[in-house]
């Protein structure tokens, strides 16, 4: 009630004064409800003053720390400015000392020799050392070929350094990449084989079979191959990031092929259609939410990372779907060309 008889008030002052109220962020809540309710402006002292350039009054009322109100002068000539505290300042005007600001905008250009020894400290490198800065803006790091090609040059550039007998050490994230995807095609192989042997045995001491784990691991084996033939029909490269994902994708998918052939020999008494019936939509349903979980780095703006949605995802659907045919298939095959008892021991 006691804010309605202020702001009447106030909006009287300011029509009688042909003035309008233009606040900061930081005064006082009742003030920027005033400026507010009356027409006014409430933002950053920039836009304070441009505000009040744009606007008809011929009086503008500043609530806020010093200089903006000298801001609104200067971009407001013609205007009476008002302060609400002419004593009020902040750190960022204070410090602005006149004389220092007058020396640096009137500054004459300089080469080196007339630079600040202090300064030339600072900007220098060392006696025994090369600052060398690449910007190889216009190329794409997540393009294998790049980063080799940034690699090799770097190490041509080493190679002549050493020559001369100069010391020099790069530091850049491409060169570590190029490390990382030069582990990958010497470890990444025996490291995928011992992923798919540990599998295979887990499956063979679950199942106490070896003919059940080979049908169980080979929809797993077709949907890798066949992600593999599809990352390659729509141009999509391994890169350092990305790569990382496919032991996950073994993980995911030999779940689903685990789920299916125990229903099968557990609840179905081997019949793989009627696993397949009740279990299918689950199993698709178990492939979305994950599919879900990695479309959604699409949104990202780091290509790294959008590259692993789309490793991921052609990854899920295809070992998804060769999980929900090829297992059944395999398992309905298994029974008429190896007549050995399907009950397991318990």
């Known amino acids: 009630m006691e804010y309605n008889k202020y702001l009447l008030k106030t909006k009287s002052l300011l029509k009688e004064n042909n003035a309008k109220i233009i606040a900061h962020y930081y005064v006082d809540e009742l003030v920027q409800r005033l400026a507010e309710d009356t027409g006014g402006l409430v933002s950053d002292s920039l836009e304070m003053a441009r505000y009040g350039a744009k606007q008809a009054q011929s009086t503008l009322i500043v609530a806020g720390v010093k200089f903006m109100g000298e801001t609104a002068k200067i971009l407001n000539p013609d205007k009476r400015i008002y302060m609400l ?47 060398l800065l690449f910007s190889p803006a216009d190329k794409n ?108 994708i073994v993980g995911i998918m030999i779940d689903h092929c685990i789920y299916l052939i125990h229903h099968i020999l557990d609840y179905s008494k081997g019949s793989s259609l009627k696993s397949l019936q009740e279990t299918g939509s689950a199993i698709i349903l178990s492939a979305l939410t994950s599919l879900a979980g990695y479309v959604s780095l699409n949104i990202a703006h780091h290509a790294g990372v959008r590259s692993i949605a789309s490793v991921v995802g052609i990854g899920i659907i295809t070992c998804t779907v060769c999980a929900l045919f090829m297992l059944p298939a395999l398992f309905e095959l298994r029974k008429h060309n190896f007549p050995f008892v399907l009950s397991r021991k318990r």
């Open 85 to 131: 505290d002419m004593e009020a300042t902040c750190s960022l005007d204070i410090g602005c000392d006149y004389e220092n600001f007058k020396k640096l905008v009137s500054v004459e250009p300089f080469d080196e020799n007339q630079m600040p020894q202090n300064l030339f400290k600072k900007l220098r490198a060392g006696d025994d050392y090369l600052f």
């Open 141 to 248: 790091f997540f393009r294998v070929e790049n980063i080799y090609k940034l690699e090799k040059e770097v190490e041509a550039l080493k190679q002549k350094m050493v020559e001369k007998n100069i010391k020099i050490a790069v530091l850049n994230e491409n060169l570590i990449a190029a490390k990382i995807l030069d582990w990958v095609k010497e470890k990444g192989p025996r490291a995928m084989v011992l992923a798919f042997i540990l599998v295979f045995l887990i499956l063979v001491v679950d199942l106490r079979s070896v003919h059940l784990s080979v049908i169980t691991f080979m929809p797993l084996f077709t949907g890798l191959a066949l992600t593999g033939a599809l990352m390659s029909v729509f141009n999509i490269k391994l890169n350092f990031i990305n790569i990382v994902m496919l032991p996950s």
